[in-house]
């Protein structure tokens, strides 16, 4: 059975990649899930800050796609808490509904964001590309 367009094969590399996604909007965060698990990556999710720096620590994500507005710990605690058990060896892709995002992500050393609302089709080639850089 062929794969679907765009689905990640399984010797492309990127099937064995974690992403993290923390999003406190539940909808979206599993929206979001499913369209990556439908692309074939492996994927865990928080809903907050402090869940975020957990699974992250247990777990070693190859990317983190952070929404920068969450409760208890904001996306640039995250950042901060990414960066300081990772140094650069982690990838960040910020979601962001200020007008500010390419600012705010520089802020953190994130390779790339999306603004919300944000095309489905363009979460998941940024994904691939984060993945590949």
Do not use: C
């Not at 909808?27 to 990556?36: K, S």
């Not at 950042?79 to 200020?98: M, N, P, R, S, V």
């Amino acid at each position: 059975m062929d794969s679907p367009p765009n689905a990640i094969s399984g010797d492309s590399g990127l099937a064995d990649k974690l992403v993290l996604i923390v999003e406190d909007d539940a909808d979206l965060r599993q929206t979001i899930q499913w369209m990556l698990e439908d692309e074939g990556f492996a994927v865990e999710t928080a809903g907050d800050g402090r869940e975020a720096l957990d699974r992250a620590v247990r777990k070693k994500p190859s990317l983190v796609i952070l929404d920068m507005g969450l409760p208890i710990i904001d996306g640039f605690g995250v950042a901060e808490g990414l960066h300081a058990t990772y140094g650069d060896g982690i990838k960040i892709l910020t979601l962001t509904a200020d007008g500010r995002a390419a600012e705010k992500s520089k802020r953190i050393g994130a390779i790339g964001y999306l603004n919300k609302p944000f095309d489905l089709d363009a979460l998941i080639t940024a994904v691939q590309e984060a993945l590949t850089m």
